[in-house]
T-cell receptor, first 111, second 119 residues
Framework: KNQVEQSPQSLIILEGKNCTLQCNYTVSPFSNLRWYKQDTGRGPVSLTIMTFSENTKSNGRYTATLDADTKQSSLHITASQLSDSASYICVVSAWGGKLIFGQGTELSVKP | SAVISQKPSRDICQRGTSLTIQCQVDSQVTMMFWYRQQPGQSLTLIATANQGSEATYESGFVIDKFPISRPNLTFSTLTVSNMSPEDSSIYLC????????????????FGPGTRLTVL
């Protein structure tokens, strides 16, 4: 069964600190993996997209890694800001275009 | 990229009534997608809407409950019919578009969502 699992479910960190969010997937055949940021009351916005041949992809303070062998991905946020408070969703695309969504990690950055 | 707007942004409705959600895209797209996000849950695809043909519904979703219209390449509506409190969710419209990141695959863009509360 195609599944995407994220951990932790929620996370609270202090402003300026770094954090890492995890994503494990069992999706086959794999096409690409995406990380989205969803602010409260808004739709998800894409942060990174990686194919199986890409190990890392950065977007500003966001760096995603992908290990296609172990089927794991992580999203590292550097020097967190209050505006980073949001839900971060890992989405895996199977060949044919079907998207499988993780349940998200709720990140709260405190001053 | 694609800019997507939805109306209404939120609504509170009574049990047994229906609500139609509108989705407008700033460019022509072949496929539009409707998702539901229940409280604390991930996004679930309801249906895919192609212009000029019947929408394709995912398992667990039926046309009588979620009729969809797709009159042109920039607009779609989703109706939530005969609502119950279990329909309280965020409903999101989405399209595929060029990533713009220099990669060869499409990216999914989402509207801001419609937050529905059914009493």
């Amino acid at each position: 069964k195609n599944q995407v699992e994220q951990s932790p479910q929620s996370l609270i960190i202090l402003e300026g600190k770094n954090c890492t969010l995890q994503c494990n997937y069992t999706v086959s055949p794999f096409s690409n993996l995406r990380w989205y940021k969803q602010d409260t009351g808004r739709g998800p916005v894409s942060l990174t997209i990686m194919t199986f041949s890409e190990n890392t992809k950065s977007n500003g303070r966001y760096t995603a890694t992908l290990d296609a062998d172990t089927k794991q991905s992580s999203l590292h946020i550097t020097a967190s800001q209050l505006s980073d408070s949001a839900s971060y969703i890992c989405v895996v695309s199977a060949w044919g275009g079907k998207l499988i969504f993780g349940q998200g990690t709720e990140l709260s950055v405190k001053p | 990229s694609a800019v997507i707007s939805q109306k209404p942004s939120r609504d509170i409705c009574q049990r047994g009534t229906s609500l139609t959600i509108q989705c407008q895209v700033d460019s022509q797209v072949t496929m539009m997608f409707w998702y539901r996000q229940q409280p604390g849950q991930s996004l679930t695809l309801i249906a895919t809407a192609n212009q000029g043909s019947e929408a394709t519904y995912e398992s667990g979703f039926v046309i009588d409950k979620f009729p969809i219209s797709r009159p042109n390449l920039t607009f779609s509506t989703l109706t939530v019919s005969n609502m119950s409190p279990e329909d309280s969710s965020i409903y999101l419209c989405s399209v595929e578009g060029t990533s713009g990141r220099g990669v060869g695959y499409n990216e999914q863009f989402f509207g801001p969502g419609t937050r529905l509360t059914v009493l």
